[in-house]
C-alpha cells in the first residue's frame, strides 16, 4: 500500500553545536511519535553534530524503524528542506525560524538553554505566546510533536520580516528609533 510522504525536517544551524537537540531528535521516544503522526522520512542538519549522528547511525544499524532517517551537516541554504519538509523542528535561530514561518511550515523550536547569556527562550516563548510556533524542549520533545498536530497557527505575513524583526528587538532590549 502506498503512503505518501511525510518529512520532518531538524535544524541545529551552523554557528554553535546544539548536539542535545540532535540526540533528541534521534531517540526512540521522538522516531516512535514521528511514526504515530504519519511521518516517513527524519531528515536531520547535524552541522558540527555529526559524531552524534553517525553514533546514532552505527548503533541502530538493522533495526526497523518506522520512519527513514538521513542527514548531513551543512548546506549554503536550508530553503529547499524547509520547504520540502511537514513540520520543522529548529534550534531558536533567527534565520530558522523565519525561514520555516514564510513557508507557512508547523514549526516546533527548540532554544539550546546551555549557552550563556541568550535570548533563544524569551524569542521562542514570545512566538509561540503569539500563536506562530511550538516551543519545544530536548527533554521532551516527543511531547511537542504530538501538540504541534493539532495547533491551528497564526498565520505568518508575507511581509512578517518587520513583524519578526521587531519581536526579535523587543525581546533582545533593542531600542527600534527608526
Known amino acids: 500500500m502506498f503512503r505518501p510522504s511525510k518529512i520532518a525536517f531538524?535544524?541545529?544551524?551552523?554557528?554553535?553545536?546544539?548536539n542535545a537537540l540532535i540526540a533528541a531528535c534521534l531517540s526512540s521516544t521522538v522516531?516512535?511519535?514521528?511514526?504515530?503522526q504519519g511521518y516517513t522520512d527524519l531528515r536531520v542538519q547535524y552541522g558540527e553534530g555529526r559524531s552524534v549522528f553517525e553514533q546514532w547511525l552505527a548503533t541502530t544499524v538493522g533495526s526497523r524503524h518506522s520512519v527513514s532517517v538521513s542527514g548531513f551537516d551543512f548546506a549554503d541554504s536550508l530553503r529547499e528542506e524547509i520547504a520540502a519538509a511537514d513540520l520543522v523542528i529548529s534550534h531558536a535561530g533567527s534565520g530558522s525560524i523565519l525561514d520555516a514561518l514564510r513557508f507557512q511550515k508547523r514549526l516546533i523550536v527548540v532554544p539550546n538553554?546551555?549557552?550563556?547569556?541568550?535570548?533563544?527562550?524569551?524569542?521562542s516563548g514570545e512566538l509561540e505566546r503569539q500563536g506562530y510556533l511550538v516551543e519545544g524542549?530536548?527533554?521532551?520533545?516527543?511531547?511537542?510533536?504530538?501538540?504541534v498536530e493539532g495547533v491551528a497557527f497564526t498565520h505568518f505575513p508575507g511581509s512578517g520580516s518587520?513583524?519578526?524583526?521587531?519581536?526579535?528587538?523587543?525581546?533582545?532590549?533593542?531600542?527600534?528609533?527608526?
Not at 31 to 36: D, F, N, R, V
Not at 162 to 178: H, P, R, S, T
Open 10 to 18: 531538524v535544524t541545529v544551524g551552523a554557528t554553535a553545536p546544539f
Open 31 to 36: 522516531i516512535a511519535a514521528l511514526g504515530t
Open 113 to 123: 538553554e546551555s549557552l550563556m547569556d541568550n535570548h533563544q527562550k524569551e524569542l
Open 137 to 147: 524542549h530536548v527533554e521532551d520533545l516527543h511531547n511537542a510533536i504530538y501538540q
Open 162 to 178: 518587520k513583524n519578526f524583526i521587531a519581536i526579535v528587538d523587543e525581546e533582545m532590549g533593542m531600542l527600534n528609533l527608526g
